[in-house]
């Protein structure tokens, strides 16, 4: 199978086969990013004979593609149910990519957040959100037999991200799903501290990627938001103080929404926690994706 | 649960909940290698209620207990199952124990090749095949809800330790499996090396460690031998030269020893391949394991 044909933007990385799908590392030249990116793409056997649909799967601080690629066991089930994975870095990577200035892991590289930011010196590159619901999607649909059908999952920042990228754009995720997210960042010293730095001081200006508020906000109209399934461990070192996952409970009571948000008894932050519950998530994908 | 109760030797250092059962790493004094050793276990949720049995897991070159712990999805089958899974590291560690001279990534730390190492300064620590044999099933039987009941598998150089302990301690192991082992180390320069350097210039003393000698020596007692699965990518970067699949292949036919030995098309040397293929060797394990 050739991929991105005829775009001399995209090189492919590493391609392994597993479960009888094909693990795929791409590296591109991102317009939204100013950087070059790399991803990674499962994609299930059932992509040699026709378009499938996709599960972006969005990941937490200081991973890249490589870690639910490797830990997850994600492969598997999505080989049973015909879905690709499309599996973005966590922020844009590169020289001249400002970092961090004290290298911490909760700033900077390997922490975009999933925001637009719009301070110097992040605005140039860190653009995460545009990247996620635009570009990468446009990319992998136009060179991959992979089709707009496209449901979105993440853990921890990256469930943060799935649930606010998902709410915004509802025509264009058939379901959102969440391991361990940060529901309310607004309200928490991780997005307290990301949100100042790429935002800015204006906190009226975080508002727009604060889950919890964007449910709130759409009141009753739960209609519009596409099916939620969140899992959050009750053995997490981050909860509760930075995931502050009752908030989400309580705007999801309040709103009539619908989420689905399950607390899961011994389970921690770590990849084995969504190594446990993957299946169930991917499978409530393909129950949704057309 | 607790577990080594009375056993200062053993610290627990790890504990996660994973598919129900707990990821458990343990670090102990060994007395075998002379020095201090982690390893990994998985205890399915069955273990709460008895002893259940346990496949015993070789690395490969470079690793330690914890690749195949967070990439082989093997928890979920092993949960099903009601198997342990004990994931011991691939060679001694720690300060004084002495390391290729160059640093090379085939020699000495992660390199242990499951043998007794005869010369100096490796005789020392270099103990594996005792450890594995001996003092690590002693330990894990002595202090946790396993049984004696054993199987062993493997990947590249620990294929070739599950190959090699398994059919020298067939009435200990009720099956073996592996995945692209070294099946002719006397014969291929991983085995070369590691065998000159562990053992010496007499080449006599190596054929204890090799599948393929082991396999043709025991001729025509197919009785005695343990059921055998292997598992081989046609897209291995180091088949044939390294791992030499096709001897063990000539030696099985010629002896009916009858071991499995299938060749995966497409598949490469990695732990994507060993995640394909762990829930059948698992089974496999499990119909035999009494």
Request: hydrophobic share 35%.
């Amino acid at each position: 199978m050739a991929f991105f044909t005829g775009n001399a933007n995209v090189e492919l990385k590493d391609q392994k086969k597993v479960f009888g799908g094909q693990q795929l590392r791409f590296r591109h030249a991102s317009n939204t990013l100013q950087c070059d990116m790399d991803f990674s793409v499962f994609l299930p056997p059932q992509a040699e004979v026709g378009k499938v649909p996709a599960v972006y799967w969005l990941s937490g601080l200081t991973c890249t593609d490589e870690n639910f690629s490797s830990k997850a066991g994600a492969q598997r089930v999505a080989a049973d149910l015909g879905v690709a994975l499309i599996i973005p870095d966590t922020s844009p990577r590169g020289e001249g990519v400002p970092d961090d200035p004290d290298g911490a892991y909760d700033f900077g590289l390997g922490a975009g957040f999933y925001v637009n930011a719009t301070e110097a010196p992040w605005a140039k590159h860190y653009q995460m959100y545009d990247y996620i619901v635009d570009e990468l999607p446009n990319l992998v649909e136009s060179g991959l037999p992979v089709s707009d059908a496209r449901a979105i999952s993440g853990h921890s920042m990256g469930g943060h991200g799935a649930l606010v990228i998902g709410l915004r754009n509802s025509e264009r995720y058939s379901s959102i799903s969440a391991f361990s997210p940060i529901v309310n960042p607004i309200n928490c010293a991780w997005g307290k501290k990301a949100f100042a730095g790429y935002l800015g001081s204006d906190e009226r200006k975080w508002r727009q990627y604060d889950a919890s508020v964007l449910l709130q906000e759409r009141d009753n109209r739960s209609h519009d938001i596409p099916p939620i399934l969140v899992d959050q461990g009750d053995a997490d070192n981050f909860y509760p103080e930075q995931l502050r996952t009752e908030t989400l409970i309580a705007v999801n009571t309040e709103t009539s929404a619908g989420a689905k948000i399950r607390f899961q008894e011994g389970y921690d932050h770590s990849y084995y926690f969504i190594a446990s519950f993957i299946e169930e998530h991917l499978r409530f994908h393909a129950s949704n994706l057309r």
